[in-house]
């Protein structure tokens, strides 16, 4: 196993305990899924409540994923993912009783598949950047490959053996197990020792920690545009996993083991996908492979609105997999490499809450349409919206990030950081001044707007460059941050990157024009 090889990552041994344990959560989840989507088609006829089930689980993703990633970044994460866990496995448990007793209604389903997705949510991105932190930089593609390889053969497995438990078992049974997968990686969380976060300067509120995140990702061109991908995308592919019960028991005349089936195949082909895609982006740009995987995945939803055949349909499904995999994985990646590491849980959240959030609404949308159109015509709608994606987001940059694009240099200036008065106060206005000879004009503009771009990602406000109307040489760059606080945390956030933009400018500065650091002063009350 070369270093440069797509398994590489399983040679560290914490990364191999990290990649099961994650994989048994997904196939806890992924049987959670199926079971209750199935279990709800035995409770109620209605296909807005079989809709609602992948709203329940995917839903608390677009409402606490989010703060999840900011939390993730804060706190020991260990101790966070025990809590997490332990909000997931009551809510199994809670199930499992309900489902033993025979209480078990719609809106109760419902409730404790939102709990357990909560817990899930939560975690998600803690998951994600503990799993990459035990590894090198240079792996963290391969290491997405193999979480997505973990991730699509439990989708595989997980509704084949929920599946087989309802079919040849009881429902209760099929949560049992979930609860028992839930367990087991709660014994394994406290085998791991503790990793508290780096001290230094103070952790962000919740609401400025999603503020800052949220910035990273607006001036950051080639995560925006990922991110929009992944909406597009998801938007209209959450139409066959929302409908494929009812292709399943309507169209096909299948039971739960045929549902499972189905689920396994379109599982399998997003394992086969995550095997070949290393091999896939040496070869073909990360544009053809996005636009390759949403074709595969339209025609297969195209398969599954108008073809009766069992074995058509399953077919499809390994070519629905490929895609969806294809389009995901090839994003998380980028998302995954083009986040500095203060904030890489913040995107990655955003990342997952978008995706999820996605299917949560288009669980919702589509099971309302096939109410009024039908089941057929909601998957062809789908198919059409599918290839309008393609077209919509043809011009977004995507590309792989390098080390330097997320590795911090921690340029801060300590004397500034021991002023600890100081730390609240604000707001912040920095001016740097440059000489720039006419020659040098075009040269100088290029690299004082990339480090602007960098200082706006990190934290600036109102960046702006100024040039002087007495001295046409001279030019002034002038931004604003919220507090000092918030001033010493744009320092260390600093990149590789960032500070070869910066070493650009250099050579543009005077000794005798230094950085001015001015900080508000409010009136003083005055006391009579």
């Not at 260990?78 to 209480?103: E, N, P």
């Not at 995954?336 to 919702?364: E, F, P």
């Not at 100024?466 to 931004?479: K, T, V």
Request: net charge positive.
């Amino acid at each position: 196993m070369s270093e440069g090889s797509a398994w590489a990552p399983f040679r560290n041994k914490a990364f191999r305990g990290l990649w099961l344990a994650g994989a048994v959560i997904n196939m806890a989840i992924w049987m959670q899924t199926v079971a209750a989507a199935w279990i709800m088609t035995t409770l109620s006829t209605s296909a807005a409540m079989v809709s609602l089930v992948q709203t329940a689980v995917t839903l608390p993703v677009f409402l606490f994923a989010f703060p999840g990633g900011v939390i993730a970044d804060r706190v020991e994460r260990r101790r966070w993912l025990i809590i997490t866990q332990c909000l997931m496995l009551f809510a199994a448990l809670v199930l499992c009783a309900l489902a033993y007793s025979a209480r078990l209604e719609t809106w109760g389903l419902l409730a404790f598949t939102f709990v357990l997705g909560t817990g899930s949510a939560l975690g998600m991105s803690a998951w994600m950047v503990t799993m990459v932190s035990v590894i090198s930089r240079d792996q963290v593609p391969a290491a997405v490959s193999l979480n997505g390889i973990a991730i699509n053969a439990t989708r595989a497995l997980g509704p084949a053996l929920a599946g087989a438990l309802i079919a040849y078992w009881n429902s209760a049974s099929v949560f049992l197990v979930i609860a028992l997968c839930l367990l087991a990686v709660l014994l394994f969380l406290f085998t791991l020792k503790p990793n508290p976060p780096a001290t230094g300067l103070p952790p962000e509120t919740l609401t400025g920690g999603m503020r800052s995140g949220l910035r990273y990702i607006r001036h950051s061109a080639v995560l925006f545009n990922a991110l929009k991908q992944v909406l597009v995308f998801t938007s209209s592919a959450s139409a066959l996993w929302a409908l494929m019960p009812l292709v399943a028991k309507g169209q096909l005349g299948m039971e739960a083991g045929g549902y499972g089936l189905l689920m396994a195949f379109l599982g399998a082909g997003a394992v086969l996908a995550a095997v070949v895609l290393p091999r896939l982006y040496r070869s073909l740009s990360m544009r053809h492979l996005l636009i390759g995987g949403t074709v595969a995945f339209a025609v297969a939803t195209l398969t599954a609105a108008l073809s009766r055949n069992h074995y058509v349909v399953c077919v499809m499904m390994l070519l629905a997999g490929f895609g969806w995999m294809a389009v995901n994985a090839t994003i998380s990646t980028v998302v995954q490499t083009y986040a500095a590491n203060w904030v890489r849980a913040r995107v990655a959240s955003v990342y997952v809450l978008i995706l999820m959030g996605a299917m949560a609404a288009g669980g919702a949308v589509w099971g309302t349409l096939a109410q009024v159109l039908g089941v057929t015509e909601s998957l062809l709608l789908a198919t059409l919206l599918l290839l309008v994606g393609i077209l919509l987001t043809r011009n977004g940059r995507i590309e792989l990030g390098q080390e330097a694009d997320f590795a911090e240099v921690h340029v801060a200036d300590n004397l500034q950081q021991g002023s600890l008065e100081l730390h609240g106060e604000g707001p912040v206005s920095v001016e740097i001044v440059y000489q720039v000879a006419a020659a040098d004009r075009d040269d100088f503009l290029k690299a004082v707007y990339a480090v602007g771009k960098a200082r706006r990602r990190n934290g600036a406000q109102n960046w702006r460059l100024y040039r002087d109307m007495a001295d046409s040489q001279l030019f002034s760059e002038r931004f604003i941050v919220e507090s000092w606080l918030d001033y010493l945390r744009q320092q260390v956030r600093v990149t590789q990157a960032d500070q070869i933009q910066e070493r650009r400018l250099e050579r543009f500065r005077r000794e005798d024009l230094q950085t001015r650091r001015l900080i508000y002063q409010p009136l003083e009350k005055q006391t009579h």
